[in-house]
């Protein structure tokens, strides 16, 4: 063999290496949800109709909470003046919600002492380990942007409550969209 054709199959390994490399980090950034948890509304089989009251996760809805939002949660302005909502399967803070996090990252910069818990939460559909997951990142989303507005990172917890508190009980788009929020309050 020359050199010419030593360098051509250097080369030709070289990029048959590298590609396979490609596919394999590729592969490796896929999922690592299993595919019974993945995002999406969960596939269940329900009768429809008066009556039976049972449905198929009677075990683990004895477990939820609901969250009276009614109360205020410890915000002096009232209880939609400390909730952030999101997208479907989202964690970006919408810029409707930047009026309510500047207030915090205000009271917080001015109050040292202050301490606050940001709660993210989810609806109900996916697992429970990918909705805590969600949660905690919703929750980390508004902290972050606290700490951009003057907050110490300091006086901000983040907390995932993933869909085990779900603040509107039912399975339509409206009690969704009630559920995927992080509420801020004081400590």
Known sequence: MNQNSIRSVRRTRALSLSALLAAAALLAG???????????????????????GAST?????????????????????GGAQNI???DFDSFVVKDEYRAII?????TLAADRKKHLQVEGHTDERGGREYNLALGQKRAE???????????AD??????????????VQGSDEAAYAKNRRAELNYR
């Open 84 to 86: 952030v909502y999101f």
């Open 102 to 106: 500047d207030r915090f990252a205000k």
């Open 154 to 167: 300091s006086q901000v917890e983040a907390v995932s409550f993933g869909k085990e508190r779900p603040a």
């Open 30 to 52: 896929c999922s690592s949800v299993p595919l019974g948890d993945a995002g999406g509304a969960p596939v269940e089989s329900r009768t429809i109709g008066a009556g039976s």
């Open 141 to 151: 989303a508004v902290a972050k942007s606290l700490a951009l507005l003057g907050a």
């Open 57 to 77: 996760g009677g075990a683990s809805e004895s477990r939820v909470t609901p969250v009276d939002l009614s109360k205020g949660a410890n915000d002096a302005n």
